[in-house]
T-cell receptor
């Protein structure tokens, strides 16, 4: 089975632009989460979606938004990009939304560079 | 609120030596704890997890961790380091509510293995 797949793998954007990152979960997984990992730090939770509904949101500004599609894939959108948005964006998927112990599997990430 | 502290942002050991990476957590409820490894320019790979039951947990690549409730610790160990163990290691605690898979990560420990 394919793991979590993210696209694109690398992206360079200019300040003020908008970006969309995509994630396909592991087959059968209905929960998708997004994390931001700034260089030298641990990942920070951004969003979690389960059955196409937002179930959790981290401490990120409204410039960050996401959605989940009927096939459980997900998009993360970031508007009005700032230099500080440069980071590795990780997508994770798991079987269920309610915490039952199953750890999420992570994709390889999208490296976003804002110049 | 839950938090994770990893003592030592960098740890250096000789090949064949004991690896000990420290993790302390705070949680108001029984925690679910995880260790992930990240190789350069890659996503996160699960090493091991603790949910309930046996407090000594064995993972992949010869790693293990022991959950000590009295010390609020979940340190990662490996008896003999290998060059291929050089990577970034993250300890994480899972929020236990219907938000599902929201993980709170520590800041990470970079393990360097000297020949």
């Amino acid at each position: 089975d394919a793991g979590v797949t993210q696209s694109p793998t690398h992206l360079i954007k200019t300040r003020g632009q908008q970006v969309t990152l995509r994630c396909s979960p592991i087959s059968g997984h209905k929960s998708v989460s997004w994390y931001q990992q700034v260089l030298g730090q641990g990942p920070q939770f951004i969003f979690q979606y389960y059955e196409k509904e937002e179930r959790g949101r981290g401490n990120f500004p409204d410039r960050f938004s996401a959605r989940q599609f009927p096939n459980y894939s997900s998009e993360l959108n970031v508007n009005a990009l700032l230099l500080g948005d440069s980071a590795l964006y990780l997508c994770a998927s798991s079987l269920e939304g309610v915490a039952k112990g199953g750890p999420p599997g992570f994709g390889q990430g999208t490296r976003l560079t804002v110049v | 609120a839950q938090s994770v502290t990893q003592l030592g942002s960098h740890v250096s050991v000789s090949e064949g030596a004991l690896v000990l990476l420290r993790c302390n957590y705070s949680s108001s409820v029984p925690p679910y704890l995880f260790w992930y490894v990240q190789y350069p320019n890659q996503g996160l790979q699960l090493l091991l997890k603790y949910t309930t039951g046996a407090t000594l947990v064995k993972g992949i690549n010869g790693f293990e961790a022991e959950f000590k409730k009295s010390e609020t610790s979940f340190h990662l160990t490996k008896p003999s380091a290998h060059m291929s163990d050089a990577a970034e290691y993250f300890c994480a605690v899972r929020r236990f509510n219907n938000a599902g898979n929201m993980l709170t990560f520590g800041g990470g420990t970079r393990l360097m293995v000297k020949p």
